[in-house]
């Protein structure tokens, strides 16, 4: 996780992608994005930013009312739509540094989006872990949460690339006429011949008299 370690483009409303990085999903723009530490810190640890001095009064935060969030083949970005100078222009983590993701429904306002995040060395970002809340004020928390899931569990079952698998298709398919059993012919009725009338039984008692 890092501050303000996104390259964005020449506009400044995008970002430049990693090698290989590919967007999964880029949630609506009026989304807000909170960040506080989990616990208390010491007081050489307590300001967010550096360049600050030490504070046991001030903890650290981060928050923007307004931004975008993006899942992408590599981390989770968020841009906001009103950067304050250089202390807040944009976050990311990537994905093997979030923990605990969670979708939180309250009963009044937006869904939530929430996930303990680990900071990565000099990335702008106290070394503990940090809380992050994102609010959807438009709608794709659920898409946002899907995607995330998805993802993370192809990493787990170390598959490197985001492409859906290929539908599955029986071995037989392509030669139906291979699988199905031939049918066994229907013997032809056998009548006996006179050479065989020799080995034919007698007839019965009854009908030798009768005849």
Not at 45 to 61: I, L, Q, V
């Amino acid at each position: 996780m890092s501050l303000n370690w996104v390259m964005l483009d020449r506009s400044g409303s995008g970002f430049v992608p990693l090698p290989g990085e590919t967007t999964i999903y880029s949630a609506p723009q009026r989304s807000s994005f909170r960040l506080r530490t989990v616990g208390k810190l010491a007081g050489s640890e307590s300001s967010m930013f550096p360049g600050h001095a030490p504070t046991t009064d001030r903890p650290p935060k981060l928050d923007a009312s307004s931004g975008r969030l993006i899942l992408t083949s590599h981390r989770v970005l968020y841009l906001p739509d009103s950067p304050e100078s250089a202390r807040f222009r944009s976050f990311a983590a990537p994905l093997g540094n979030i923990r605990d993701a969670h979708l939180v429904q309250p009963w009044f306002g937006p869904n939530q989006w929430c996930s303990v995040v680990l900071p990565v060395p000099d990335g702008g970002l106290p070394n503990v872990p940090l809380e992050l809340t994102v609010t959807f004020k438009d709608g794709g928390a659920f898409e946002f949460d899907e995607s995330f899931v998805r993802i993370r569990e192809r990493m787990n079952d170390g598959i490197n690339h985001i492409d859906d698998l290929p539908s599955y298709a029986p071995a037989y398919a392509a030669t139906p006429a291979a699988a199905a059993p031939a049918a066994a012919p229907t013997p032809a009725p056998v009548h006996p011949t006179a050479s065989d009338a020799d080995d034919l039984p007698p007839p019965p008692y009854e009908s030798a008299l009768s005849g």
